[in-house]
């Protein structure tokens, strides 16, 4: 399965907008796994820009669906497994 993710980002005092379509594992489950997938290239980003502070403004999955919020957790705990 092939998804899109939008992502708009500040990396210190510039703001970004990357947009991915990402080749996904089976089983896929929906915005929890869009979100992982997120936050892997978000930190692909981050080391790019040589590890700026990153503010996460927005990511939407499929053009409709707001995972900011998750996306954020990950960021914050630096854990693909810790969202909670």
Not at 13 to 25: I, N
């Amino acid at each position: 399965m092939i998804i899109n993710i939008d992502i708009h980002l500040k990396l210190e005092d510039e703001y970004y907008q990357k947009g991915g379509r990402f080749s996904t594992l089976s089983p896929f489950n929906g915005a929890n796994d869009a979100a992982k997938y997120a936050y892997i290239y978000i930190k692909q980003i981050k080391r790019e820009h040589g590890n700026k502070e990153v503010e996460i403004e927005k990511v939407i999955y499929e053009g409709t669906v707001d995972i900011t919020v998750e996306v954020q957790k990950l960021y914050r705990n630096g854990n693909l497994y810790l969202v909670k």
